[in-house]
Structures are given as C-alpha cells and as structure tokens.
C-alpha cells in the first residue's frame, strides 16, 4: 500500500500550485503566462514572472474560446495524451496483484512443512543430515554392554550385505530401556554419528493432537519419509507417552492413542528390513508399553542402559572436565567413588556445579573441596543460612551422633563419611553420609537389620540423652517401615509370614513415583500378621540400637559436643575418636545403592 501512494504521488499527482479557471483566464489576458500543456483534465502551465514556483496547474473546463485567448497573447501551448492506462495500473491491477500474492504466501504457510495449520496430518520430526550429528561412541562413557550391543546396529547400516549374504535379518526396532538420565538419547545419536545416516527425532508425544486420525497420520508420513531417505535411523523418545498398554487404563481407553499405535504397529510389522531402515526408541518405564510392541518383528532388541559403576562413572567424568581447569588435588578416581547411583546426568551436573561454586569463588581452577561441596548440595540439598535455637542443634547433634555411632560399630555396614548439622534441601535438620566400600548387588537378612538399627538410631539417642523424643525422626521412620514390610511382604524374610510373596503388582522399575502400595491379593489375617512382623522387626532394630547407645554413651556425648562445636564433622575424625580403622576400597571395586544421607 505504500509503494502505491508513493507511485501516485510520483506520478500521477499534479505538480506545482493549484490556481481556480478563473485566475487563469484572468492571467492568460493579462500575459503572465509563458506556456501551457492541455491535458484532458489538468491544464499545467508556467508563469512568466514568479518569486516562488512558476509551475501551476488548474482544473480543464469546456472553453471554446481558450485556443484564441493563449493565440492572441503568443501564448505557446501544447496537449498531452491521455495516461489513463497508468492510472488503472496503480488504481487496481497493482493491489489486486498484491492481494492474490498474499493469498498464495497465506496458502503456501497453511498448507506448509513448516507447522501450518493445515499441516497437521506431516510428521514433525526433525531430520538431520548425515554430517549434522557430531556424536559418537567416543563421547559416550558408563555404558560399555550398550554400546558393544548398538556397534552391531552401526555395522550393519555401513555394510548391510555382510549380513544379507549370510540369510541374517537385522532387528527392526532396538529399544533402549533405563533410569532418566542414562544417557539413551545420546547413544541413539552416537549410533547415527558413527552411521553417517540421516535421523529422524521426535518424541512419542508430537504423535498425539487434538484432531482425531491425526496421530496415525503422521506414523504414515514418517514411515514415508524414513523409505525415501534410506538407509536411515528414526528415533522416537519416550516411547511410554505412545506405547502405553491398550484399554488397560483405570479411565478407560483413550481412541485416539490406541489408533496411533495400531498405525505404529502395522507400519512395523509391513516394514522391509532390506531398506535398512532402523527404528530406535527410548523410555524408562518399560513395564507399561503394550507386549505387541516388544515382540519379536518390531522392538526385538532391548538394550538396557543402566547408570555407571565406579569405573564408568570416572570415564563419564573425564569426558566431562575436559573444558574444565582443574586444580592440582583432583582425583577423579576419588570422585567417582563418592558418587555411587550417579547417572551419566547427574555428572554432568556434578561438573557444572563444581565449576559454577569455583567461579563464585573467583578461584582460577576447580578444586577438591568445590566438589566436595557439590556432591552434598545434589545429594542433601542447598545448604541454608537459617539460625537454630540452642535446644534445637542440640537435638540434631543428638540424632546424628546417634546415626554415626550405630552406623561405625554394626559390622558390615558402609563407613560414615560426613556428619553435619546444617540444615539442607527441604526440611533437612542435618545428616550423616555412608560411602560403601565394594559393589553389593544383593543384601541379607542381616544386612537389612543392621540398615533398619542405623535409620532408628537418632530416635534411640534422642531418647536416651534427652529422655524425649521429636518429629525429627519422620523420615527415618518412613524408611524403616518400608524396609521392615518388604522383607515380611516381598522377600520372605518372616516365618510367621513364610517364603511368600504379597506384593502388589507392577510397580516401575526405573522411576521412584512416590505412589502408595497397594495391598495385594490376601485375607485380612495374613495382612495383620504382616503387620505384626513388621512391628516386630522395626521394634527389634530399634532396641538394639539404643543397647549400643547405651553402651557407649560417653562416646555419644563427646560426638554430640564436637558436632555443636564444628557444626560439619569428617568420617576420619568419628573414626578416631572412636579407634576405628577402616580398610581401603578395593582400586576397581563398583559399589551397589546410592549414597542417600541419613536425616
């Protein structure tokens, strides 16, 4: 529109000032007139004499006498053709030539890849050429059996006759299975990286739309597109939010997910194999996808990827620090043996953390003690500033003496490695830290008692040193009922109860939801004798604990009083005061359960 007005104005509006007829005629008898152009409208004209601009223009009116009136003054005038086709041009052939651009650029976006509205039935996954992914198996670390298992997938999409030859079929879909954080959406890149092959990403999720067909659309065109660019990878991410199991939800079924992953199904099983396509998928909830989709002929290989021991658990590190200035007293060795059920993420953010407390400090390199420190904020908390009352650090002192004591005389338990009574995280008072020694995959029945006495400990020495006890305990009491009912309801571990199973069903493998158990299948008698056992067990681990209380409580009081004093107190120096001398671990030793604090 406003290249229009300025054509107008350019040229089709008149030039110089605009005088009535009138004063014109007036000016023709009197001869100020130099010369005029007749058009069929305007009369344009130039003056004689003019301070200004001598350009005029007036409006053209049916006068026979005008010719003889510019003759007798030798006025020289001209006509002009008529310049009507311009005015039509900038009048409406442009703006409807504007118009129907629009309308073919509104079209053309509607109807797009690019996320119109009429573009809804395309997949949107995003393509990556075969350069665009820069990762490999070098930058992947924790995860050795993963690997070794997807270099086959890599082989294959290099030099598929090596296993056409032999009559071999490569699997049509590889389904990477583990806790968040693993590192499954980085190997399914490094798998491509090392291919060389066009990837297709996309989440389970973008399937899914508020149009009903829309979801099994875009399994088709994916499929379609995945065909033209082979060989190729398609990676879906959290398969669960498409694959869950059909009409088993306690709402119902929901249609237009159950017709998605129809879709998914028979576009896999009609899927060739000698188009070297392959179809990778993650998630960690393995348990609720559907069994059609994990049978032989679709997702036939299940790679489970699983967090790092101690010695995958350093290479991750040492991928991570290597744009990192460390200090002198690093020991990654060290660090990883202090971050037992780390996943490849929570590294990664170990890392940041470190670098992130080093720079607040304006440090130049990262040391020792920043991570130190960061390991107890990702595993207790952010520490809080907050000032106690004297009779309340004297209670958290109390309890985590307690914690410590019990944890450094039962033997067989991990070795406490920090006691602190600064408050943490959400609603921590204080803590006290395990760091175990070997890798332990299973635990015994003794073992688990001497777990349920280190829990109930801090109530025991809360009793005995104060003779009260506080809501301090809460946590710990969770923990321990919780312990207690699956060695009576899930592992055997009662004879009253017997080599029987109660549990409740499926629960997830991978993701700690935080749901209630449900009772299982069995009479009311047998849930009050679990109950009872279970009563029994916790009433048990609690008595011994506060026998070894009582015991040592000089040792308790003098814990308790270097707590007040130094408010943070190291493993070595409970250990000292107590005579205690703890073995090293083992120098290739993996170790089993996570580090999680003592409240």
């Not at 007005?5 to 130099?34: C, D, H, N, W």
């Not at 990762?135 to 992947?140: C, E, G, M, Q």
């Not at 744009?323 to 043996?337: C, E, S, W």
Request: proline share 5%; net charge negative; hydrophobic share 45%.
């Amino acid at each position: 529109m406003l290249f229009i007005a300025l054509m107008q104005a350019m040229f089709l509006a008149p030039t110089g000032r605009s005088i009535p007829y009138s004063e014109f005629k007036s000016m023709v008898r009197t001869g100020q007139i130099a010369e005029v152009t007749v058009g069929e409208t305007v009369i344009r004209g130039v003056l004689k004499r003019a301070d200004g601009n001598p350009a005029f223009t007036t409006s053209r009116i049916d006068d026979p006498k005008l010719i003889e009136d510019l003759e007798a003054q030798n006025v020289r005038y001209t006509g002009e053709a008529s310049a009507r086709w311009l005015s039509e041009i900038l009048g409406w052939v442009v703006p409807m030539l504007l118009i129907i651009g629009f309308w073919m650029f509104f079209l053309r976006r509607m109807g797009g890849a690019e996320g119109g509205v009429m573009s809804f039935a395309k997949s949107k996954a995003k393509i990556y050429a075969e350069d665009d992914v820069k990762v490999s198996f070098a930058d992947v670390a924790g995860v050795d059996e993963a690997e070794d298992e997807l270099r086959e997938i890599v082989e294959f999409l290099k030099n598929p006759g090596k296993y056409t030859t032999l009559g071999g079929r490569i699997p049509k879909g590889v389904l990477l299975v583990g806790p968040p954080g693993t590192g499954k959406t980085l190997l399914a890149r490094a798998v491509d990286g090392e291919a060389k092959v066009p990837f297709f990403s996309l989440s389970g999720s973008e399937f899914v739309e508020m149009f009903v067909g829309v979801g099994a659309a875009r399994v088709r065109d994916l499929f379609k597109q995945a065909e033209a660019k082979a060989p190729c990878i398609v990676f879906i991410d959290e398969l669960d939010a498409l694959g869950k199991v059909r009409g088993h939800g306690p709402m119902g079924s929901h249609e237009e997910r159950e017709q998605t992953l129809n879709q998914l199904l028979a576009e896999m099983d009609g899927f060739d194999t000698r188009k070297a396509v392959i179809i990778m998928a993650a998630t960690n909830r393995p348990e609720v996808l559907d069994p059609a989709l994990l049978r032989p002929g679709r997702f036939d290989r299940q790679v489970l990827v699983d967090k790092p021991d101690v010695n995958g658990r350093e290479a991750v590190l040492s991928i991570h620090v290597k744009n990192v200035k460390l200090g002198p007293d690093v020991q990654l060795r060290t660090l990883a043996a202090r971050t037992a059920g780390f996943a490849g993420a929570d590294l990664a953010n170990l890392v940041n953390e470190a670098a992130l407390l080093a720079a607040r400090r304006d440090k130049k390199a990262v040391d020792m003690a920043d991570f130190e420190e960061a390991i107890d904020r990702l595993i207790a908390g952010l520490e809080k500033k907050r000032v106690m009352s004297t009779k309340e650090r004297e209670i958290v002192a109390y309890h985590e003496s307690g914690h410590a004591i019990v944890a450094s005389i039962l033997p067989g338990t991990d070795p406490v490695h920090k006691i602190s009574i600064v408050q943490r995280g959400f609603g921590a008072l204080g803590y006290t830290m395990q760091l175990p020694l070997e890798d332990r995959y299973l635990l015994q029945e003794l073992d688990l008692h001497h777990q349920l006495a280190i829990l109930l400990a801090g109530r025991a020495a809360e009793e005995i040193a104060l003779g009260k006890i506080s809501t301090g305990a809460q946590n710990d009491l969770m923990r321990a009922s919780d312990i207690a009912r699956s060695m009576v309801a899930e592992w055997g571990m009662s004879e009253k109860v017997g080599p029987v199973s109660h549990d409740a069903g499926r629960t997830s493998r991978f993701l700690d939801t935080g749901m209630p158990a449900q009772r299982g299948a069995y009479s009311e008698e047998t849930a009050r004798t679990i109950d009872e056992e279970t009563k029994r067990i916790v009433s048990a681990a609690q008595t011994e604990a506060r026998r070894i209380l009582t015991d040592e409580r000089d040792l308790l009081e003098r814990v308790t009083r270097r707590l007040l004093e130094k408010e943070v107190m190291d493993g070595d120096d409970l250990r000292e005061m107590m005579g205690i001398v703890v073995p090293d671990a083992p120098p290739a030793a993996d170790e089993g359960p996570s580090p999680e604090p003592v409240a």
